[in-house]
């Protein structure tokens, strides 16, 4: 982890209050991961107090590019960036996915904006002869992520809430046809659908007459609401079965059999 200053070298509105800001920094560039985030300061005082997380969507041997939803001050300022300005940033921090060694037909499912790690993922699945099917999710068609940003070798299938796009529902729904195929399944997205994706995953396998669990690979990106960013104030704990750990530190890519998950969630 670094504390750096990034040129902004653009910003680009790809949806509605949705931003992709291309970085300069080589520090960035060298060690960042798919599923990091970096931890960015709003703006020149102190209002907003607290720095907002990230994620790092893209990466580049110069930088890396960050996809920001403008939804409150801290985001909208830091979607306002001018290029030519400079960010004042943290990271890269939390732990990255990994791409298990025997695991080629990924399944990866984004809900919103949590597209953003799973782009940067797909780009360094595709050049180690992987194949990617990303799901996607989305409220309407006009908060899906364009599919021209993709690369080409992705399969790309959209679920909308309101149906304007895709399938009728929620992404998950979309996900049961790829499970069996897949050998490793990854997501980014509300807490209710990375559930929903680890308890799809987790069903019983027969082997010899008897039940096992499934071995499959499944990690998953928690979003969590953070305030330090470097595991002190604690105000993103999540529960596993190794007991409390934070997101932004521990986290926030969790193996799914990891988590332990609220009845209500």
């Known amino acids: ?7 902004v070298l653009s910003n680009e509105e790809i949806m509605p209050s949705t931003h992709v800001l291309a970085l300069a920094s080589p520090e960035l560039g060298r060690t960042a991961a798919p599923g990091q985030f970096v931890h960015i300061r709003s703006g020149p005082t102190w209002d907003p107090l607290l720095r907002r997380p990230m994620s790092i969507y893209k990466i580049r ?10 939804i409150g001050a801290g985001s909208t300022m830091i979607a306002a960036s001018v290029p030519g300005g400079w960010l004042d940033c943290l990271g890269p921090l939390g732990t990255p996915f990994e791409l298990g060694p025997d695991s080629r037909r990924l399944l990866m499912v984004g ?27 989305a409220a309407s068609a006009q ?4 599919s021209a940003l993709l690369p080409t070798d992705v399969e790309y299938e959209v679920a909308t809430v309101d149906g304007t796009l895709g399938h009728h529902g929620l992404v998950t729904e979309l996900a049961a046809r790829y499970l069996e195929w ?17 308890l799809a995953a987790r069903p019983l396998a027969r082997a010899g007459g008897g039940a096992v669990p499934s071995t499959k690979r499944v990690e998953l990106a928690m979003e969590q609401d953070m305030g330090c960013a470097m595991g002190v104030c604690l105000a993103c704990v999540v529960k596993t079965r190794r007991g409390l750990q934070r997101v932004c530190r521990d986290g926030p890519v969790f193996r799914a059999e990891e988590l332990v998950w609220e009845s209500s969630a």
Do not use: H, Q, W
């Open 1 to 7: 982890m670094d504390l750096l200053r990034a040129k």
């Open 61 to 70: 041997p110069d930088g890396v590019s960050i996809m920001v939803r403008a």
């Open 111 to 137: 809900g919103g904006y949590g597209v953003a790690p799973l782009v940067a993922l797909a780009e360094l699945a595709l050049p180690r002869d992987c194949e990617v099917v990303l799901l996607v999710g």
């Open 143 to 146: 908060y899906v992520f364009p």
């Open 182 to 198: 897949s050998d490793a399944i990854y997501a980014c997205g509300p807490t209710p659908m990375l559930r929903a994706v680890a």
